[in-house]
């Protein structure tokens, strides 16, 4: 069965520091991998997704991953931290076609 | 606008009701979900129907049911042998096919059992 293994459940950066969340994907066949977004008491918002078409995958807001299948990970990461990106970040991998199977989540915290 | 409708967004129950949740879409989507979300634990599969008039079990299903009779509604039913319902829930909702197509989102409920 596909997995997701998100390391770090808080993260805390600066303003204007690199964000690097991690996620590494359990598939016996080539993922598809995406990144979530939720903000406090909401639903979850796609931030990009990779489906094979470019191994570095570039999403709204600034955020960027990139996949590599030789270590297993589909890394988040945005160049700037700003205090708007706080939120809980979820990894998610499509299994069977059409479930998502989510990580634990990684909190993101930006401090001023 | 198109988009998934989740009411209502804070529910409180008595323990040993059961309360039924609502899940609308307006998107034309194929398939439908309920995860149940949990601090520490990620989203985790409650129920999927791919299509109307079937449903299948997620990894936590047991306490819960389902009904699919339309194609844009999918309502979960949190029954009094769910052992610790109190969550939030969220229902989504995506095309079916190959499996590249994300999911959107509901805005979940809150359901708080006392």
């Known amino acids: 069965a596909q997995s997701v293994t998100q390391l770090g459940s808080h993260v805390s950066v600066s303003e204007g520091a690199l964000v690097l969340l991690r996620c590494n994907y359990s598939s016996s066949v080539p993922p598809y991998l995406f990144w979530y977004v939720q903000y406090p008491n909401q639903g979850l918002q796609l931030l990009l997704k990779?489906?094979?078409?470019?191994?570095l995958v570039k999403g709204i807001n600034g955020f960027e991953a990139e996949f590599k299948k030789s270590e297993t990970s589909f890394h988040l990461t945005k160049p700037s931290a700003h205090m708007s990106d706080a939120a809980e970040y979820f990894c998610a991998v499509s299994d069977q076609g059409d479930k998502l199977i989510f990580g634990t989540g990684t909190r993101l915290q930006v401090f001023p | 606008d198109g988009g998934i409708t989740q009411s209502p967004k804070y529910l409180f129950r008595k323990e040993g009701q059961n309360v039924t949740l609502s899940c609308e879409q307006n998107l034309n989507h194929d398939a439908m979900y309920w995860y149940r979300q949990d601090p520490g634990q990620g989203l985790r599969l409650i129920y999927y129907?791919?299509?109307?008039?079937?449903?299948q079990k997620g990894d936590i299903a047991e306490g819960y049911s389902v009904s699919r009779e339309k194609k844009e509604s999918f309502p979960l039913t949190v029954t009094s042998a769910q052992k610790n319902p109190t969550a939030f829930y969220l229902c989504a909702s995506s095309t079916t096919g190959t499996g590249d197509t994300e999911a959107f989102f509901g805005q979940g409920t809150r359901l708080t059992v006392v």
């Open positions: 990779y489906t094979s078409a470019a191994t």
């Open positions: 129907s791919q299509i109307v008039n079937d449903f």
